[in-house]
């Protein structure tokens, strides 16, 4: 996979991954080091190198991925641009499409669920499963949704 530089963008919307996680969950995504010098693009470094998947997706009625980490774009088998282009909707197979919109419906509802298990499919046609994924809203600074989020570190092939 290319590695994508961590542009501007990529750590603003990284330091608003972490934050709209707490703010939906109460609990901390990652371990966050206060006040050093480069904060925000510290977070996005470790968000970006953890060993657990995260993605996310604007909040357009049918949503583009806009964001991956190192082991999400692994997982899939995907370039960051590839990734980033991608319909979200696309990360399951069509059956599993309906299932997909309606956990989406809940997290809008809700805020956030940690209880999620599903079907996904890789660029390539692999199938894998996850299981015990937490789906959250992300905020923007003003409180507004602006797209979800998803991470896991359960997962396997079957197929």
């Known amino acids: 996979m290319l590695k994508k530089s961590l542009s501007d963008a990529i750590v603003s919307h990284s330091v608003r991954l972490v934050?709209?996680?707490?703010?939906?969950?109460?609990?901390a995504l990652l371990d966050r080091a206060q006040?050093?010098?480069n904060v925000a693009m510290d977070?996005?470094?470790?968000l970006d190198a953890a060993p657990f998947?995260?993605?996310?997706?604007?909040?357009?009625?049918?949503?583009?991925?806009?964001?991956g980490n190192r082991v999400a774009l692994e997982l899939w088998g995907m370039t960051w641009e590839e990734f980033t282009?991608?319909?979200?909707?696309?990360?399951?197979?069509e059956p599993q499409r309906e299932e997909r919109a309606r956990l989406l419906q809940a997290v809008s509802a809700n805020g956030f669920i940690d209880d999620y298990s599903g079907v996904r499919i890789?660029?390539?046609?692999?199938?894998?499963r996850i299981d015990s994924a937490t789906v959250w809203n992300v905020l923007n600074g003003i409180g507004e949704r602006v797209g979800q989020a998803a991470t896991f570190t359960?997962?396997?092939?079957i197929d």
């Open 19 to 27: 934050d709209s996680y707490h703010a939906m969950t109460g609990r």
């Open 35 to 37: 006040d050093t010098p």
């Open 43 to 46: 977070i996005a470094a470790a």
């Open 53 to 67: 998947v995260v993605v996310s997706h604007g909040a357009q009625l049918d949503p583009v991925l806009n964001y």
């Open 85 to 93: 282009q991608t319909p979200s909707r696309f990360t399951a197979e």
């Open 122 to 128: 890789s660029k390539s046609g692999r199938r894998f």
């Open 154 to 157: 359960d997962w396997k092939w």
